[in-house]
Nanobody, 124 residues
């Protein structure tokens, strides 16, 4: 089992920056690929970014490419999402997830463990 707890969500103005974090506990975090998803009100949960077990490889949704950066610190068992040039359409609950069987998973059903989410609101 891996427990994931997100933090850092906040209300920010459009054009601003924010970093959300995900603290992992339980099994060895470095054994897992990890990712961020988000869910806006009335919409399905969508892929944002993923990173492989050692942080060398990443992949992003087109909507965030060039603005968001995913990273991890396996020594601290923590996953990060640095968000810049935020837009009102980035408003959502952001979830972190861990996957044991895939290198750079982008689909919800490829992930084994999920956090409870953290709210990010971008005002115009």
């Amino acid at each position: 089992q891996v427990q994931l707890v997100e933090s850092g969500g906040d209300l920010v103005q459009a054009g601003g920056s924010l970093r959300v974090s995900c603290a992992a506990s339980g099994r060895t975090f470095s054994n897992y690929a990890a990712g961020w998803f988000r869910q806006a009100p009335g919409k399905e949960r969508e892929f944002v970014a993923t990173i492989n077990w050692n942080g060398i490889s990443t992949r992003y949704a087109d909507s965030v490419k060039g603005r968001f950066t995913i990273s991890r610190d396996n020594g601290k068992n923590t996953l990060y999402l640095q968000m810049r040039s935020l837009k009102p359409e980035d408003t959502a609950v952001y979830y972190c997830a861990a996957a044991s069987r895939y290198m750079l998973p982008i689909r919800l059903n490829q992930y084994d463990y999920w956090g409870q989410g953290t709210q990010v609101t971008v005002s115009s």
